[in-house]
T-cell receptor, first 113, second 116 residues
Framework: QKEVEQNSGPLSVPEGAIASLNCTYS??????FFWYRQYSGKSPELIMS????GDKEDGRFTAQLNKASQYVSLLIRDSQPSDSATYLC?????????????FGTGTQLKVEL | DADVTQTPRNRITKTGKRIMLECSQT?????MYWYRQDPGLGLRLIYY???????NKGEISDGYSVSRQAQAKFSLSLESAIPNQTALYFC???????????????FGSGTRLTVV
């Protein structure tokens, strides 16, 4: 089982709709979870972080965390064409070599006009 | 100037050649990382360094070596490049965030390496 799993997509949504991106993780002791946005050929950009069960909102973005189900999601409201990118879920995992950020393979989001 | 600078931005090299990718940072972070990104495989950790004297292998270190010349500099070398090392390479740094009790990451702009 991969440590961090995401559906690769592409996920297509119409402009103005809500995009829902999902991620599951395998390490039960993980405490910190992150969503990065990556445009093609560019570096990842942190857009949301969440540490407690429940929802965290920042503008059009809402991160949701359910530690019991080992599930974290990202909702993007009023999706815009500029939101078209790959979204990487990342989980802070404690390993024998120290704490490291482990990434999922990413979900490609396409917002259509 | 960027906080984390990678050079070169693009490089084409021949199979068997030695190549070095360089990373420098102005953030003053102790921790530095090299990731490789391939389509459909996400970001995979090659090597990481928690300080100048501490270097560790990541999940895909075979065929790579690193050097931490100073707190601000972390170089990745391919001793004998092969075509399946063609990828997008990212350097990153991290520092402890007391608010979240975790390390916040800053990525460089990436180096696109092609081995022919």
């Amino acid at each position: 089982q991969k440590e961090v799993e995401q559906n690769s997509g592409p996920l297509s949504v119409p402009e103005g709709a809500i995009a829902s991106l999902n991620c599951t993780y395998s390490d039960r002791v993980s405490q910190s979870f992150f969503w990065y946005r990556q445009y093609s050929g560019k570096s990842p950009e942190l857009i949301m972080s969440i540490y407690s069960n429940g929802d965290k909102e920042d503008g059009r973005f809402t991160a949701q965390l359910n530690k019991a189900s080992q599930y974290v999601s990202l909702l993007i409201r009023d999706s815009q064409p500029s939101d078209s990118a790959t979204y990487l879920c990342a989980v802070y995992i404690l390993t024998g070599g120290g704490n490291k950020l482990t990434f999922g393979t990413g979900t490609q989001l396409k917002v259509e006009l | 100037d960027a906080d984390v600078t990678q050079t070169p931005r693009n490089r084409i090299t021949k199979t068997g050649k030695r190549i070095m990718l360089e990373c420098s940072q102005t953030k003053g972070h102790d921790r530095m990382y090299w990731y490789r990104q391939d389509p459909g495989l996400g970001l995979r950790l090659i090597y990481y360094s928690f300080d100048v004297k501490d270097i560790n292998k990541g999940e895909i270190s075979d065929g790579y070596s690193v050097s931490r010349q100073a707190q601000a500099k972390f170089s990745l070398s391919l001793e004998s490049a092969i075509p399946n090392q063609t990828a997008l390479y990212f350097c990153a740094t991290s520092d402890y965030d007391w608010t979240t009790s975790t390390y916040g990451y800053t990525f460089g702009s990436g180096t696109r390496l092609t081995v022919v």
